[in-house]
């Protein structure tokens, strides 16, 4: 089973940028999926982004499409989610995830994912 360590975070200005960085511990790194999911108070996990390590792919939830982008440096199997043009709405604990069951075809869903990193704070104020 992999381990996730997360950094990046924090609070930010409406319209501002944050790069969040998910570096996987397992041997080897490739061919995995490593999905993004945040989750807002009072409200249900949700899936942002996803990529599929082996070649790239990736996918994006519809509310983050054309402002977050996966991306990995698998020298140092490391996958980042840069968000742009943040909104106060994006407001959320951020976590990464692996060990998925199944294909990696989209974010995917919580119950999809076995291995969770620790969460990291988002703060978008208007």
């Known amino acids: 089973q992999a381990q996730l360590v997360l950094s990046g975070g924090g609070s930010v200005q409406a319209g501002g940028s944050l790069t969040l960085s998910c570096t996987v511990a397992?041997?080897?790194?490739?061919?995995?999926?490593v999905s993004w999911f945040r989750q807002a108070p009072e409200k249900e996990r949700e899936g942002v982004a996803a990529?599929?390590?082996?070649?790239?792919?990736?996918y994006y939830a519809d509310s983050v499409k054309g402002r977050f982008d996966i991306s990995q440096d698998s020298a140092k199997s490391t996958v980042f989610l840069h968000l742009t043009h943040l909104k106060p709405e994006d407001t959320a604990k951020y976590y990464c995830?692996?060990?998925?069951?199944?294909?990696?075809?989209?974010?995917?869903?919580?119950?999809?994912?076995?291995?969770w990193s620790q969460g990291t704070q988002v703060t978008v104020s208007s």
């Open positions: 397992r041997n080897p790194y490739s061919r995995q999926c």
């Open positions: 990529i599929w390590t082996g070649s790239g792919k990736t």
């Open positions: 995830a692996t060990d998925r069951i199944g294909a990696c075809f989209d974010v995917g869903s919580p119950d999809d994912f076995s291995t």
